[in-house]
């Protein structure tokens, strides 16, 4: 694993490219702890997983997390194998800050979850997607099948779960499995603009649009609604930079900008990263 900081932005990269980036019980284990370092570092604003070489992730290591934790007793398979639900699914779907999936080659089975989680998902046009698992024999697990119902269409979840055929970055992007696609070559670059949008908003407004979205899917029109309330609510109140209050002054009294149009200016040093 690598997690390097840069311009506000926190590249953590999938490391083992001589297994394609397959995530081990290790790899997972190092996972939970780099996301929760990240989440509390003020240097970064945004999150960008990619993966080393020219895999994004083979998915899950079928010797390491499959064959040699079977060998364990069924406590320690448990133990061995739990970090992988954790790093892929809440702590990145819940992550503080803005994520985006850097998707540079291979992504396979389990790769799908991860992917998912993160809340913007670019990929190279050439990339290659797959849900491999029918292939070498198992139902897909670690919510792969929650993953692709919430992104894919259900025809599409059900053909390439089913037939395990694989489709490039450009797919993924029509089938809205990612964002957009990009050149391979424009990858990084597209990324960074997409990571700068973000730096420059409001995080406590990015961060609670965030999470209503990802919530609410599991709601009631009513429920929604009244969660919603609450959120806007608290987030109102406890925004650092009172954005709201901000917005509105200078739309209606000082008339500089035009929300449709562009952001409301914010305190110095705000968009910089130096407040939270
Ligand atoms: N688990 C464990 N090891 C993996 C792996 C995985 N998911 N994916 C790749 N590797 C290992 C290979 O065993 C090989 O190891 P070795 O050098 O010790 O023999 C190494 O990574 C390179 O893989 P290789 O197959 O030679 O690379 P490739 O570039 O020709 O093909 C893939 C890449 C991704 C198409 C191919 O490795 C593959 O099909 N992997 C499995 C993908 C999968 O089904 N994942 C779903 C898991 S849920």
Known sequence: MIATEQSGIAWVVLNRPDKRNAMSPTLNDEMVEVLDAVAVDDRSQVLVLTGAGNSFTAGMDLKEYFREVDALPPVQQEIRRRTAHLWQGPRLRGFPKPTIAMVNGYCFGGGFTPLVSCDIAV?????????????????????????????????????????????DGRKAAEMRLVTEAVPAGRLRERVIEIAELLKAKNPTVVRGTKEAVRHIRSMGWTEAEDYINTKLAAAVNTDPEQGRARGLTQFLDEKSIKPGLQAYSRPAGESEGHGR
Do not use: C, K
Request: proline share 4%; net charge negative; charged share 10%.
């Open 123 to 167: 990929a190279a046009g050439d990339a290659m997607f797959g849900l491999s698992e029918v292939n070498w024999g198992i139902i897909p697990g670690g919510n792969v099948p929650q993953a692709i119902v919430h992104t894919m269409s259900l025809r599409d979840a059900l053909y390439y779960g089913m037939t395990g055929e694989t489709f």
